[in-house]
């Protein structure tokens, strides 16, 4: 089975800032590779899908980029309403589906 | 407004079972694949189960082990998760979640949270 590995497990940030996070798949996913944010208390919503399109309403601050084993979600400039959870999600071997281990993003 | 709001949680002795159901409002929900996602305390998220828009196939994480059966009632816009032989490390909030295509979970419930607990 396709195992998800995301770096860093948590970061310290600014308003501001720009953000990375990152992604690694065990073997090749091609773009099956999707993003959500999760706050607490809160379901998770969904960012990006298919590795780099943005879900309607989302804000263009977040894009997605990486193909193959490799998988980078961005916040271009980081806002205070974006210090939550994210996890990536594969769904290479769809309708399992495999998410990562998350990454928590605090105010620095 | 699309809505997703699931219920039947609670606490529940080792060994128990629970029915979760999830009710849909706002879309067609006939016309959706669903899964349920659990997310145990202060961890990650874990893909449970999914059923076709007809319930003609089902999957299942290799956790479940023929424990728990999903199924859904496209007349009462409801998906279920029927659990049995629950264990210690069942314990987690269970989230129904609309797949709008590929594993592109666009509405998910605010969760019920199952306890299972001597």
């Known amino acids: 089975a396709v195992q998800l590995t995301q770096s860093p497990s948590s970061l310290s940030a600014a308003v501001g800032d720009r953000v990375s996070i990152t992604c690694r798949a065990s073997?090749?996913?091609?773009?099956?590779l999707a993003w959500y944010q999760q706050k607490p208390g809160k379901p998770p919503k969904l960012l990006i899908y298919?590795?780099?399109s943005l879900e309607s309403g989302v804000p263009s601050r977040f894009s997605g980029s990486g193909s193959g084993t490799d998988f980078t979600l961005t916040i271009s400039t980081l806002q205070p309403e974006d210090f939550a959870t994210y996890y990536c999600?594969?769904?290479?071997?769809?309708?399992?589906?495999?998410f990562g281990g998350g990454t928590k993003v605090e105010i620095k | 407004e699309v809505q997703l709001v699931e219920s039947g949680g609670g606490l529940v002795q080792p060994g128990g079972s629970l029915r979760l159901s999830c009710v849909a409002s706002?879309?067609?929900?006939?016309?959706?694949?669903m899964n349920w996602v659990r997310q145990a305390p202060g961890k990650g998220l874990e893909w449970v189960s999914h059923?076709?828009?007809?319930?003609?196939?089902?999957f299942y994480g290799d956790f479940v082990k023929g424990r728990f059966s999903i199924s859904r009632d496209n007349a009462k816009n409801s998906l279920y998760l029927q659990m049995n032989s629950l264990r210690a490390e069942d314990t987690a909030v269970y989230y129904c979640?609309?797949?709008?295509?590929?594993?592109?979970?666009?509405?998910w419930g605010q969760g019920t949270l199952v306890t299972v607990s001597s």
């Open positions: 706002g879309f067609n929900f006939s016309t959706y694949e």
């Open positions: 059923i076709r828009r007809s319930g003609s196939a089902l």
């Open positions: 073997q090749g996913i091609s773009t099956a």
């Open positions: 979640a609309r797949d709008a295509a590929y594993g592109r979970l666009d509405c």
């Open positions: 298919e590795a780099s």
């Open positions: 999600e594969q769904f290479n071997n769809y309708p399992r589906l495999t």
